[in-house]
């Protein structure tokens, strides 16, 4: 064993109680991760938890990096940690799993993933720019006369679900009803299982009843696409599309409101680099990418289908993993100074979209929409600062990012 590893370390495939101790749900780590990363990089890179039902957890850019390409044994059927609604037979069929394609494994996955690419192409996306800048400037005319806002909850959030409803060519003033739903399966119900039944039942209700109604009167959004197109000459199952539309509008809301709330959050607190953002505004794109790093909203889970051997570690049939980007982003081997924010960074090779087979298929988007919600907000509210950093609280679990940022201006 490693000199440097304590004995909390599970390497050699031990089989004592190895837990870590880390919980992705622990308020102090959820508020500040990085040097919890930093401390189980430097003495355990590769550990277990027994929090949550158990994991293994990387922390290391290099680990994410060889792990998310070991494929199929490491699968996706399992993508969050903990069980997804009818997602946790291994040896179900793939089309009864909860989100197609992310829960699906080469090659099954790549016709479906094929589908939903054309909607998020830069081509495509630049045409849902001007509704973005249009919708953002609609959102401070709401609040800036105020002086005042929550910059997550009336800026951030309100941002995506429209953006996203019309892709998929649904209802934005069912945002906040889209929301509930998705914070309910992913966030507030992580460790809810009622509660992530309840929501998956009534996004999966919403996307059939919306299914039906473009059978009937199909138009040009994604939805009347996959409600007519064939994967090897069959049609795709109902069920199929539908649990597509879910994946599409949950990955949709809740990660770019992350990032764009820890990204607020970040320059209310960080006047420096506020007023350079307003001084040099040439450097929103590195700056963009600069929040994407640091504050890498996801983590996604993998299961082993096999046993599988990594660095003097066992990892067990059946056992889950965290592929944790976000630490991998700031590790100090690749980014010099990793928890520092620096706006005009050169070198910045980040994994916040993932690597691989599943690399984030509204990457564009995203980056879109950050950009616009960011300019916009510059150039209309250039000082602005916290209110209270006591009310800033944090999405928790496997999407991180801030939830509450009052801000003043
Ligand atoms: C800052 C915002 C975002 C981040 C950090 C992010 C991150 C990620 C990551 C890490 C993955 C890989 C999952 C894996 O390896 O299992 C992923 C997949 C995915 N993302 Fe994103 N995402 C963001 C925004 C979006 C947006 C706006 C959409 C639009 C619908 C989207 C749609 C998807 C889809 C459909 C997949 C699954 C791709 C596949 O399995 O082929 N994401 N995302």
Not at 58 to 74: G, I, N, S
Not at 252 to 267: A, K, N, P
Request: charged share 25%; with cysteine.
């Amino acid at each position: 064993m490693d000199e440097q590893k304590p004995d909390a370390c599970p390497v050699g495939g031990s089989e004592a109680d190895l837990s870590s101790g880390f919980d992705m749900f622990d308020a102090d780590y959820n508020a500040n991760p990085g040097p919890i990363w930093k401390e189980m990089r430097e003495t355990c890179p590769f550990s277990r938890t027994e929090e949550r039902g158990g994991f293994w957890v990387t922390t290391t850019y290099e680990d994410a990096q060889a792990l998310v390409r070991r494929v199929p044994e490491l699968s996706n059927r399992q993508v969050s940690v903990v069980d997804m609604p009818e997602d946790t037979d291994l040896t179900a069929d793939y089309h009864t799993r909860a989100f197609p394609p992310i829960t699906m494994d080469p090659p099954e996955n790549i016709p479906l993933r094929r589908l939903l690419l054309p909607f998020f192409t830069p081509k495509a996306v630049e045409t849902y720019r001007p509704h973005t800048e249009a919708l953002c400037n609609e959102l401070i005319d709401g609040f800036i006369d105020k002086g005042a806002c929550d910059a997550a909850v009336d800026y951030a959030q309100q941002i995506t679900p429209r953006v996203i409803s019309r892709i998929l060519g649904v209802d934005p003033n069912q945002s906040d009803e889209f929301v509930g739903w998705v914070r309910g399966l992913i966030e507030l119900g992580f460790d809810n299982p009622e509660m992530r039944a309840e929501n998956h039942k009534h996004l999966v209700i919403f996307f059939s009843e919306q299914l039906e109604l473009r059978r009937e009167n199909p138009t040009d959004d994604l939805i009347s696409l996959l409600a007519n197109q064939t994967v090897n000459g069959e049609p795709i199952a109902d069920k199929t599309i539908v649990k597509m539309c879910v994946l599409t509008l949950a990955a949709g809301i809740d990660t770019t409101w992350s990032s764009i709330g820890s990204s607020m959050l970040h320059f209310a607190t960080h006047p420096e680099d506020r007023r350079r953002l307003v001084r040099e505004p040439e450097l929103f794109a590195t700056a963009i990418e600069e929040m994407l790093r640091l504050h890498a909203p996801v983590s996604v889970g993998r299961v082993a289908m096999e046993d599988v051997e990594h660095n003097d570690a066992t990892i067990k049939r059946g056992d889950r993993l965290v592929i944790n980007f976000p630490a991998a982003n700031r590790d100090p081997a690749v980014f010099d100074n990793p928890d520092e924010a620096i706006l005009d960074r050169e070198r910045n090779r980040h994994i916040a979209f993932g690597i691989g087979v599943h690399r984030c298929a509204g990457s564009n988007l995203a980056r879109m929409e950050m950009e616009v919600a960011l300019k916009t907000w510059f150039e209309r509210i250039p000082e602005f600062e916290l209110t209270d950093p006591d009310a800033v609280t944090w999405a928790a679990g496997q999407v991180r990012g801030a939830r509450n940022v009052p801000v003043r201006f």
